[in-house]
């Protein structure tokens, strides 16, 4: 039971940050906590509202104030003892609860994940996992996917060792420092479902992301055992001890081949910047800087600079320079739709940070909402219609709206630049691409001294920079950002299987394809995260998405050491049946639309990076290995 001065301290800071917080997520919170129907029906029903938090619910003044009050007293009583009066919850509760806040159905079957991110976010272990005496798992990379697996290795008491080519954890948030650099993903999904963020920007920016992954990392003790500065040449597998024997660059240039049963490959998909195809690039007289090789001492104040591409980065780093370079002009070889970003650089109001920390209920529900608006909401409405007439622009109904939305606002944000807005207004379908969010890329276009090329640059000659049509910009510094090789999964490493047969044969170099995005065909106890068709093109976080794969891993390795086997390998009849499965279902997706180029796909026309599934349909695929799809080998006992 809290003192009394504290609990009037706890009281005010509450009553401070009630007036910030979010009202659907308030009601929820009410539920819980008093268990009252009352909160869940007319007249505090919130009513929908577009592509974001909802914070008022649509909720008259008078309403909004009767809730914040009621929370207040909630919240006063648990923190004096009271207990939750729905601490537990079914899956029908569950759902009529997220129906209710996000003020639209929400399907039965997404309960047992909504019911396992709660467990998870109160801090749930799975039970350990018993393998060999000696047995050992190398974790490649430390970035957002090596720390969360070593942190459930660790929790599981399961051995391991843990590289990291860099100085540090954090992986791609680590090495990227271009201005504007961010996360698109709210901070609040973008967090491990163990280890909340903490954040002070509701989309936090690089520096922040990079210190959370430092924090989650030293609080759950993994940090002081990472190998840092330390490089995976190749690793190979070694058919007779059945174990990889992967060779090492040390930070002082020597090299050591470790021995280990399983590697596991945290690499990251964003390792490999890809230049783009501009004869002269390299003898540009000046500086010329890739956006994942920012180099902080080129001087941008007053210089005429040249951002080639459009693309994710280029819209973070474009509004964020633009008023310190003296002329800036942007050559875009594609079209890029981007939606709305109302929270964008947006502080998370202190007393609002207190209430997360403080609360945890609450953040947990605010968490779960933001999990189903970002993650699954849109899936439906990527699906080709084939009955749909017009094909050219969109491919349903749905679809068809949004592009109606987004065209009015980009409208709306260009008005009185009709030869703007005829640039940047794409013909293919909205999400055909990755959708970007508008972080003030729209209107740094209307400043006077910001030019867009309605084309790609093809040529790089003294301090010009050449279209394809031949129009010529003059310019001091150029800014590539092209973003990355991001259909050759596993580049960075050398992966050699059975039969000496190396990844990339496998593969014909960048025809990728996993099995659950996991595991490969030929390859036995290698795993992967963020492997082939895992990206989610439909928005959301990719961090629950990394914790999946992690535990089907971990499956896998509970049942090799209750059934004491030694080798596990993808059947190849499993993994080309799933392959083609997932083709067929991209086939029925927006992005294999004709009539425009996009990363997704590999030169072959297959799409390699997106996930066709809904995140709930994966999380289940994923939620418990049948070793059924698997070649076995059991440890040999000695008579």
Known sequence: MAHSADLDLFRQRVAE?????????????????????????PPFVPVKSGWGDNDSGGLADELQTKVRSAALAAIISWRRGAQVAKQDLSAEELIRMLTVSEAEPIPPEYADMMLHKLRRYSGAIPNPVSLPEGFRVLIIGAGMSGVAAAIRLSQLGISYIQIEKQDSTGGVWHSHHYPGCGVDTPGHLYSYTFASGDWSKFFPLQKEIDDYFKRVARDFGIESSIRYGTECLVTRYDEESLTWHSLLRLPNGTEETLVTNVVLSAVGGFTTPKWPNVSGLRDFDGPVVHTSEWDPEVALDGKRVAVIGNGASAMQVVPAIADRVGALTIFQRSRQWAAPFPKFQKPVPEPVQFFFREVPHYEWLYRLRLSWIFDSEVHEALQKDPAWPHPDRSVNAVNDGDRETYTRYIEGQLAGRPDLVAKVIPSYPPFGKRMLLDNGWYRTLLKPHVTLVDE?????????????????????????????????????????????????????????????????????????????NTALGHRGSFIFTIESQIDYVLSVLRQMGENKLVEVECRQDVYERYNRKIQQMHQQMIWSHAGMSTFFRNDRGRIVTNSPWRLVDYWKLLKEADLGDYRTVPQVVPD
């Open 456 to 532: 790609a640059a093809a040529r790089a000659e003294g301090r010009s920079i050449h279209a394809i049509s031949g129009e010529t910009h003059g310019a001091d510094v150029v800014i590539v950002a092209s973003g990355y090789d991001t259909t050759r999964y596993l580049l960075p490493v050398q992966v050699i299987g059975r039969n000496s047969r190396t990844v990339r044969e496998v593969w014909n170099d960048d025809d990728c394809q996993a099995y659950l995005g996991t595991v490969v065909a030929g390859f036995p106890n290698f795993f992967m995260l963020y492997g082939p």
């Open 17 to 41: 940050a009630l007036p910030s917080a979010n009202i659907p997520t308030l009601l929820l919170l009410l539920y819980r906590f008093t268990g009252k129907e009352y909160w869940l029906n």
